[in-house]
């Protein structure tokens, strides 16, 4: 089991380190979690890359093609459903959403470090399936190894934390702390808090 208070006061020492103060009182997170398996991790995230692709232009055809070839059909929401096959919702949602892609990919151990003050890096989408080609996922999938429940449970609470702040300086008037960008640390925070949960992907709780 994970050791919640310890855990907490990194967190709170990592936003210090910014200039973010959290407060003392803030709930911890439940420590009863489990870490989703690779299997699944992978999936999601090879999902996410079909639908981040589309939702910056690639052909809605070919990657639904990709995702048949990859077994993956059955691993969409019914949201991304609905943009993939209708054109429903808006492109937006989901091209923040490689931020949550960069956080899967870090606990799946393909980025070395999950730096909440900096963007994804620019080159992540040469780093994925090349859906032009229909390259396959199975690299992804033989390659990737969970990180330990505490390490992702670690990030997930930092992410919580900056959560926190990013909306108490919005219900404030004022800009994101530390130079935080809100959605950077919203979308990594979903990703982080599905993989420790049995939840459904757009059912993850975002409360602070």
Request: glycine share 6%; proline share 3%.
């Amino acid at each position: 089991m994970v050791e919640s208070k310890l855990i907490r006061q990194e967190s709170s020492s990592i936003a210090a380190k910014a200039g973010i103060n959290i407060p003392a009182n803030l709930p911890l997170l439940d420590e009863k979690v489990s870490l989703r398996s690779v299997s699944e991790g992978t999936a999601r995230l090879l999902s996410l890359t079909a639908i981040g692709a589309t939702s910056y232009g690639f052909d809605k055809a070919k990657a639904r093609e990709w995702l048949k070839q990859e077994k993956l059909v059955n691993s969409l929401t019914m949201p991304e459903s609905d943009f993939l096959l209708l054109g429903k919702g808006a492109p937006k949602t989901f091209q923040i959403q490689i931020e949550a892609m960069w956080a899967i990919a870090w606990a799946l151990g393909f980025v070395g470090e999950l730096n909440f003050w900096k963007d994804c890096d620019n080159r992540f989408a040469t780093m994925l399936p090349n859906l032009k080609t229909s390259q396959s996922g199975e690299d992804w999938r033989r390659r990737a190894k969970m990180r330990t429940v505490n390490e992702v449970f670690s990030a997930c609470d930092l992410a919580y934390c900056l959560h926190w702040a990013v909306r108490q300086a919005q219900l404030e008037g004022k800009i994101p702390p530390g130079q935080l960008k809100a959605y950077v640390v919203e979308e990594r925070r979903r990703a982080l808090e599905w993989l420790l949960s049995d939840c459904s992907w757009d059912a993850v709780n975002l409360d602070t």
